[in-house]
């Protein structure tokens, strides 16, 4: 039996007034995925449990099996473990955004343009970031270069009490005064993040992305702290022999912390101009050694941060046409085998960010075929089933038993 999750990370959303009052999921068209579900289960799961921050990292890991409740330490522990970085246990991580910040001369006046700024280069940034290290690097602060926009920063002997480090893909196009933490822990890395604006903004890169129309990464932004992350191995808890594929840091720290293996495929980027058939053959050429494939695409939550509700529904469908046919075919070598389409949470076009609303999730499983009595699955038609599973961790266990 072979095992896949393909996540299309913040695919729910709420009625978009740009799409006539509809939601993503109902306008794209997605017929592979909307007959998996009219012959699978269809239903809603919470993977946010109450309390928890609706952020990737908690859904993700939810998903995944583990409850956030028992193994969650910080988003940036575990982009740290993706790195490479080996972090001492008095060790804090923190994610480090590459931001564009407008120009006004009071730092607490300037907005959020842009928290990716411009879909930098991974190879633009990892030259900003060695600035960074040099400027600002010691022994106790120390930057290391990630994927595109999204860096890392430890800190030696540092803490998590730090206020409100707010993530900047929850203020676009917002002041970011009144998002700055004013915890006194927190002063060493606001003040990194001030004097990052003022020689970012001559940074070689910038001058040249900016006089090519291009978006400066002309600040750092910090937030996303935790500890070093202790996750069990996947294979003890579920006897899986498991594979994670992404394009972003968060994943492939949660992977390579589970003991799974986590496979760089070229041309991976996070957002809807990503690699989609790369990534579903390496999927398939996972599975010739794995039980279980967790194949993960960020796009349609970029889409929905951007306000971009077009491609959050051209993202859906790009999946549906470029990546599940090669799912399917893959796993139909094997004989039987189930799948399981679900976003991690709702990312919201109308808010631009995360939500913690129950998602809609499909399992098809090939030799127990059944009529789920939904045509095309939606945040709508997934209610509607009455199948709701209130703790997001037991999904997994749900989708791995052979006898559904």
């Known amino acids: 039996m072979k095992y896949m999750i393909v996540l299309y990370d913040g695919m729910a959303d709420e009625p978009v007034p740009a799409l006539g009052g509809k939601t993503p999921m109902e306008v794209a068209k997605k017929p592979v995925f909307d007959l998996l579900a009219s012959r699978g289960e269809v239903g809603i799961v919470k993977t946010v449990a109450d309390g928890l921050k609706p952020g990737s990292d908690v859904a993700n890991l939810s998903v995944m099996g583990y409850d956030p409740a028992v193994y969650y330490t910080g988003r940036s522990p575990l982009e740290a473990l993706s790195i490479g970085v080996d972090m001492k246990p008095t060790d804090i991580a923190l994610r480090c955004n590459l931001v564009t910040l407008s120009d006004e001369e009071n730092f607490e006046d300037k907005t959020m343009v842009d928290y990716s700024a411009g879909d930098i280069s991974s190879e633009e940034a990892r030259e900003i970031i060695a600035s960074v290290e040099k400027h600002f690097g010691n022994d106790e602060f120390k930057f290391y270069p990630g994927v595109s926009y999204r860096h890392c920063l430890i800190w030696n002997n540092g803490t998590t009490d730090l206020g409100s480090m707010t993530p900047p893909h929850d203020i676009s196009g917002r002041r970011i005064g009144e998002y700055l933490s004013k915890s006194e822990n927190a002063s060493k890395l606001i ?158 076009i109308v808010t631009m960010t995360h939500s913690s609303e129950p998602v809609p999730y499909m399992i098809y499983h090939k030799n127990r075929e059944i009529d789920s009595s939904v045509s095309s699955i939606n945040e709508k038609t997934a209610r509607s089933t009455g199948i709701y599973e209130e703790k997001g961790p037991n999904l997994i266990k749900h989708f791995f038993d052979e006898n559904y």
């Open 191 to 348: 003040d990194m993040m001030k004097e990052s604006f003022a020689f970012l903004s001559n940074h070689p890169v910038n001058l040249k992305r900016v006089a090519e129309g291009k978006r400066p990464a002309n600040c750092i932004w910090l937030w996303g702290e935790g500890k070093k992350p202790m996750l069990e191995d996947f294979y003890s808890l579920y006897s899986k022999r498991g594979a994670v594929i992404s394009a972003v840091d968060l994943l492939k720290g949660i992977g390579k912390g589970a003991n799974m293996t986590v496979p760089t495929v070229e041309g991976a980027t996070g957002y809807i101009d990503t690699n989609f058939v790369g990534k579903a053959q390496t999927a398939v050429e996972m599975l010739k050694d794995h039980d279980f494939v967790y194949l993960h695409f960020e796009a349609p939550d970029e889409c929905g941060h951007r306000n971009e509700p077009e491609n959050k529904v051209r993202a859906i469908e790009l999946i549906d046409e470029k990546v599940l046919p090669i799912i399917l075919e893959g796993l139909e070598r094997y004989g039987d085998y189930k799948i399981m389409i679900l976003p991690d949470h709702p990312t919201p």
